[in-house]
């Protein structure tokens, strides 16, 4: 069986996406900073396995590498990410708030990523797929929330590098937008669920192929301009 792993397992998309791989018979290494209050993932039954990792603690990123280096990892979701103090337009409240987004959701991935990669390269074909957010385009309109904006914006900028410099090794990396979903960041007032989302995620991940590498899609897979 295939094997994922997945960062911010614990609640929302992450969760919802563990879920469904699980369910359509995925072995899923799902990673949450306090398992002991992951109740609904640790129910998911056998095919999950549920390992502490926080992203920004890069030792036991190195850890969990090391905990699976010789085991092929078909595909890994750097699904972890936070958005930070909400600051009105011309407004960033606290810098240090803003390294923390930024060390979240631009830094940890990447150091997980190139941890991760041996046991990406044991795999037939592998894939990568970032979370990012179409907030952290740059070809699209949109104004404030510079913070979250400008963190997504890095991890695109990083991984869509990434991509080309992994091209000769087979393994295929996408950026994605989950959509506006209702979930702890994204509000109940939002426009789709994490079903909905998750389910789009899983069609263009399975879709992509080592010609769709480095490219950034919607949940329901049109391409996004960066």
């Known amino acids: 069986m295939p ?5 911010g397992a614990n609640r929302g998309i992450g969760l919802e996406l563990t879920r469904q791989y699980a369910a359509d018979g995925w072995d899923v290494i799902a990673c949450a900073r306090q398992p002991d209050k992951a109740d609904e993932l640790k129910a998911l039954g056998s ?3 549920v390992e502490a990792l926080d992203v920004t603690d890069y030792a036991a990123v190195d850890r969990l590498a ?3 280096k010789d085991r092929p990892i078909d595909l890994l979701i750097n699904n972890a990410g936070i958005y930070g103090i909400r600051n009105p337009p011309l407004t960033i409240a606290d810098f240090d708030d803003y390294l923390k987004v930024l060390q979240v959701n631009a830094v940890a991935p990447m150091k997980v990523t190139l941890a991760m990669l041996p046991a990406l390269k044991k795999a037939k074909a592998a894939k990568i797929a970032a979370i990012s957010s179409r907030m952290g385009s740059i070809g699209s309109d949109g104004s404030g929330a510079y913070v979250y904006r400008a963190s997504k914006a ?6 869509h590098s990434l ?3 992994l091209r000769p090794t087979g393994i295929t990396c996408i950026l994605l937008h989950p959509g506006w979903v209702k979930t702890d960041m994204g509000g109940q ?6 079903q909905v989302s998750a389910s789009g995620i899983r069609s263009v991940i399975a879709r992509a192929t080592a010609a769709d590498t480095g490219r950034f899609f919607n949940y329901d897979g049109a ?3 960066w």
């Open 3 to 7: 094997t994922l792993l997945i960062t």
């Open 47 to 49: 095919r999950v396995t």
């Open 66 to 68: 090391e905990t699976y």
């Open 154 to 159: 890095a991890i695109n900028a990083a991984m």
């Open 163 to 165: 991509a080309l410099d």
């Open 189 to 194: 007032g939002a426009d789709i669920t994490p």
């Open 223 to 225: 391409e996004i301009p």
